[in-house]
């Protein structure tokens, strides 16, 4: 938060990252990789079954939706916010896309489509409503986002009163079990999502937007820029990556549940956290997010290989994140110092 804006920023356009900070973030990315590395190997040598196709399909499958809901997050936590209210949203996108999907008097290609957009646009919506609330009335973002878990989920369960819906056409759940290549199409789905967002971060002026007002959001406003509208669209990504996620765990598990989500946006945090995004905002990719969310993904597989306790996962996802967290706060200040 104490950095200022390169010398070469203009009022016009926010200055592209300077070699030293992409060496920064590609040596944070290796040791990253580096650690899910070890973690595979010790979990390869400790039971077999984990290298398996099988076994590897489930991992790629299981992290899918964490992948998206932390795609989204990491746009809200770069400018230095965060969205505790994915998980709520999550349910009420289902719920919604779900009602539509059950209308009689749609053909199933119809429901579909329909079903899809509500989803993403509920998402849009709500992602919208936390971006403007925070920023128009500078109201914390944590505190924007909590109001909206509690609503979100109370529509969701007054939406269906509190019941599951189910039996959704066939070829919607189909894409759900589909795959290409021997990979699961939901992950690759989940992959290209990453990749337009690495993109957008990289590649465009709203990307670099979002991390100057990461760094110092005062100096953006006094370049002329307005910090207002990025962080609108930035929560609104998220909400976007809301509604995917929500489409792809009904195409899943073949049910809209307004109870589903809960804890949901705890992984997708700690996703981005552990792939090296700091929580301070300004600084952190898209690729760590991939790696942080396969961290949390094998890590939980291998421990049930392992024969460990739920309780015991919680226990060691926990301490993961804490030390992700840990880790956060020294480069914070030895980036402070001018160390790194």
Avoid at 160 to 166: G, L, V
Avoid at 281 to 306: D, F, H, K, W
């Amino acid at each position: 938060m104490s950095a200022s804006l390169p010398p070469t920023a203009s009022p016009e356009t926010p200055a592209r990252p300077g070699a030293n900070a992409i060496a920064r973030t590609v040596l944070r990315e290796a040791g990253i990789g580096l650690a899910l590395l070890a973690m595979i190997v010790f979990f390869a040598a400790v039971a077999p079954s984990f290298t398996t196709h099988e076994n590897i399909s489930n991992i790629l499958t299981q992290i899918t939706i964490n992948l998206i809901l932390a795609t989204g997050m990491t746009f809200a936590i770069l400018i230095g916010g965060i969205d505790l209210s994915v998980g709520a949203v999550m349910a009420l996108c289902a719920v919604v896309a779900g009602t539509v999907l059950k209308l009689d008097f749609l053909s199933d290609p119809e429901a579909i489509s329909l079903g899809i957009l509500a989803s993403l646009v509920v998402g849009m919506i709500c992602g919208g409503l936390n971006g403007f609330i925070s920023s128009f009335w500078g109201v914390p973002a944590f505190i924007v986002t909590l109001g909206m878990l509690n609503v979100a989920r109370g529509a969701a369960l007054e939406v269906t009163n509190a019941r599951t819906i189910y039996d959704f056409p066939d070829s919607f759940n189909a894409f759900g079990t589909a795959s290409i290549l021997g990979l699961p199409v939901i992950f690759v789905l989940a992959l290209v999502l990453l990749g337009i967002g690495w993109v957008v971060l990289t590649r465009t002026v709203f990307g670099r937007m979002i991390y100057a007002i990461g760094n110092n959001e005062e100096a953006v406003r006094l370049s002329g820029h307005r910090p207002f509208t990025t962080k609108v669209l930035a929560f609104t990504v998220t909400g976007l990556c809301v509604g995917i996620a929500a489409i792809v765990y009904m195409t899943r598990l073949t049910i809209a549940n307004p109870i589903l989500g809960i804890g949901f946006e705890l992984n997708a945090i700690a996703a981005v956290i552990i792939g090296g995004t700091s929580l301070s905002g300004g600084r952190g990719s898209l690729v760590g997010t991939l790696l942080g969310a396969a961290i949390i993904g094998v890590l939980a597989n291998g421990l049930i290989l392992m024969g460990v306790t739920d309780f015991v996962r919680q226990i060691v996802t926990g301490l993961v994140i804490i030390l992700a967290v840990i880790l956060d706060s020294y480069r914070a200040r030895l980036s402070a110092r001018g160390s790194i």
